[in-house]
């Protein structure tokens, strides 16, 4: 049975981890091939997703989740670790990289980049260092088809694609029905951080609410404390819109979450930037989500070049306003939404994509 493990290079990860691409590639290499799959992590909290929707991942604690304990780890474990899983392309991982290869020549290594432009356009990929981390590295890749291009044009290292897909919850092939879709925008996510934007979102929709009255705005997800301010200067400059706009909290049962996107009809994400192509997106697209998107990255792959949604620049409140307007008027929503469950069949489904990555990795494919 071959073993994969997990390591982050903070020192621990978050229950929510373990449905995005860092605990879901190493759940499906369990699921589809056997492999013993572990995540490697100090406890920060309950991780109860392990007896639920990724039963057979294992978890592997660290006392204090240092550089210096995982390199022990792989000194004491290496040999019998077939495939070493790094998120993030951080100098950091060179220790635990060169380690693992000194002790297990033979090891595969793979490295999902988790990039954006800014990151990548930041690292110096001639430092000795890096370049050896790289060096290392079996197979690396991208969730962005525009970021695989251009580091494939910038770095000496093939950067492949491999889309950040979505965990089937449904546990059966889902079907969109448009009928039983609301006039709702959604969003998921951390709201009120720098990256996510969320304001950008509800001042859209302020703008024009008042010529799509029978549209309301859904948002899920934590609050940032320092978000909870706007939000009370939000509802009393706009007190119209107080059982319009509605904050939900956490939905942390999948298939409640799941319920959320198969009744809306657009997916709103006006990000400063995302690592890739978010699973956010994905789950909205094979729920059938029109997509309105800010021109992150990854935005040609979200809404496929507009086959399925509209995009406009980042931080432009207007801009966003009027994709928002437009897809909400356009009468040909329902084929969008519909054509984009059918997107997210062919090219974000995380068990698929897991499949291309093994052949790459264990097949030469």
């Known amino acids: 049975m071959k073993k994969a493990v997990f390591i982050p290079v903070y020192p621990g990860i978050k229950n929510a981890q373990l449905l995005k691409d860092c605990g879901m590639i190493p759940y499906f290499l369990h699921k589809n091939y056997g492999m013993d799959s572990y995540m ?60 693992y290869k000194t002790v297990n020549p033979e090891g595969k290594i793979y490295l999902a980049l988790d990039a954006n432009s800014g990151w990548m356009d930041r690292i110096e990929f001639a430092d000795e260092y890096y370049t050896a981390f790289m060096n290392y590295c079996d197979v690396i890749a991208t969730s962005c088809r525009a970021m695989a291009r251009h580091l494939n044009e910038k770095w000496p290292w093939k950067v492949e694609y491999i889309s950040n897909g979505f965990f089937n919850y449904y546990e059966k092939e889902h079907e969109v029905d448009f009928s039983r879709k609301n006039n709702t925008i959604l969003t998921v996510g951390r709201l009120g951080t720098a990256q996510k934007l969320t304001d950008v979102l509800l001042e859209s929709f302020a703008m024009i609410s008042e010529k799509i009255p029978e549209w309301n705005l859904k948002l899920i997800g934590t609050i940032e404390k320092q978000f909870e301010g706007y939000i009370e ?54 729920n059938g989500n029109a997509v309105a998107v800010s021109k992150i990255d990854s935005y040609e792959d979200a809404i496929d070049f507009g086959k399925c949604g509209k995009s406009a620049e980042i931080n432009d409140v207007k ?47």
Not at 40 to 64: C, H
Not at 326 to 334: G, K, R, T
């Open 319 to 365: 801009g966003f306003a009027d994709i928002l307007l437009e897809l909400c008027n356009d009468e040909h929503l329902e084929e969008k939404c519909l054509y984009a469950h059918d997107y997210a069949k062919r090219n974000f489904n995380m068990s698929k994509n897991v499949d291309r990555l093994y052949e790459m990795l264990f097949r030469g494919v």
């Open 233 to 286: 200067k939000y509802y009393s400059k706009y007190p119209h819109l107080k059982e319009r706009v509605i904050f939900t909290g956490p939905i942390t049962d999948k298939l409640e979450l799941f319920a959320e996107y198969d009744h809306s009809k657009i997916f709103a994400l006006p990000s400063a930037f995302e690592g890739g192509t978010p699973n956010v997106i994905s789950e909205a697209l094979y």
């Open 40 to 99: 490697l992590t100090t406890r920060r909290e309950d991780y109860t997703y392990i007896d639920s929707y990724v039963k057979g991942l294992k978890i592997e604690y660290l006392e204090n989740g240092s550089m210096e304990e995982k390199v022990n780890f792989i000194i004491n474990n290496g040999k019998t670790i077939d495939l070493l899983i790094l998120f993030g392309g951080y100098e950091d991982f060179y220790a635990i990289s060169h380690t």
